[in-house]
């Protein structure tokens, strides 16, 4: 079994990667585009403004982690509460895709990343329990 300090420890990674993804929108926005696969003219300033507020949400549920660290019953919590905003994104994200909008590259990369979130994120609030 795990000790508390080991899934403190994942929970702290997690917290950290949710922290990155939340930043980069933010800071990072053309190169975050870049590397999804969105071309220039999908990079507007409306798309960036989208990715920011998206930025800040991530932002919001990773300091709700690192919050709760020290706490084991609020940090389950924290962490369940990660995995349907990682759902909802994989739904959002399975639009594009269904209705062929073109950006059908970007949305499957998101769409791992989304669901990649739900299971990391239940596993981990069920290993805080």
């Known amino acids: 079994l795990l000790s508390a300090m080991s899934v403190t420890l994942f929970a702290a990674l997690l917290g950290i990667v949710r922290l990155v993804i939340g930043l980069m929108p ?9 590397l999804a696969g969105f ?5 507007t300033p409306t798309a960036q403004l989208f990715a920011r507020l998206f930025g800040n949400r991530d932002l919001g549920v990773a300091f709700l982690v690192f919050a709760t660290l020290c706490n084991p019953q609020l940090l389950s919590f924290a962490l369940f509460i990660n995995a349907p905003h990682d759902a909802l994104d994989a739904c959002a994200c399975a639009v594009p895709l269904l ?3 073109g950006i059908s590259r970007p949305a499957a990369i998101f769409l791992a990343f989304a669901l990649t979130g739900v299971v990391v994120f239940t596993l981990a609030g069920w290993l805080a329990r």
């Open 26 to 34: 933010i800071f990072a926005f053309g190169k975050m585009t870049a």
């Open 39 to 43: 071309s220039r003219e999908q990079s």
């Open 99 to 101: 209705q062929k909008q």
